[in-house]
Nanobody, 124 residues
Framework: QVQLVESGGGLVQPGDSLRLSCAAS????????MGWFRQAPGEEREFVAS????????YYTDSVKGRFTISRDNAKNTVYLQMNSLKPEDTAVYYC?????????????????WGQGTQVTVSS
């Protein structure tokens, strides 16, 4: 079972940027599609972005298109989420997830492993 550890969250002001990282402890990281999800207080967890195992295909939810970028470094077993032009509505706990031999799905049920989450707060 792959273990995932997120980092990089914090408190920022509207318009600022943050880069989240997710380190995976597995020798077969390149076999996993990876996704980022988020959960705001009182809300259900929602899809944010995903990336194929090779990194050639990415998907985003509409609300983050043009502001967030997902990427991966298979040599470092790490997936990133670069978040620019942050808004208060981006405030949430952000989770990374691994989908073994998957297609970078937007559905939570497709993912096999989850990190513990990292808090992102956007507030002035």
């Amino acid at each position: 079972q792959v273990q995932l550890v997120e980092s990089g969250g914090g408190l920022v002001q509207p318009g600022d940027s943050l880069r989240l990282s997710c380190a995976a402890s597995t020798r077969t990281f390149s076999r996993y599609a990876m996704g980022w999800f988020r959960q705001a207080p009182g809300e259900e967890r929602e899809f944010v972005a995903s990336i194929s195992w090779r990194g050639s295909t990415t998907y985003y939810t509409d609300s983050v298109k043009g502001r967030f970028t997902i990427s991966r470094d298979n040599a470092k077993n790490t997936v990133y989420l670069q978040m620019n032009s942050l808004k208060p509505e981006d405030t949430a706990v952000y989770y990374c997830a691994a989908e073994r031999e998957g297609w970078a799905s937007s559905r939570e049920s497709s993912y096999d492993a989850w990190g513990q989450g990292t808090q992102v707060t956007v507030s002035s």
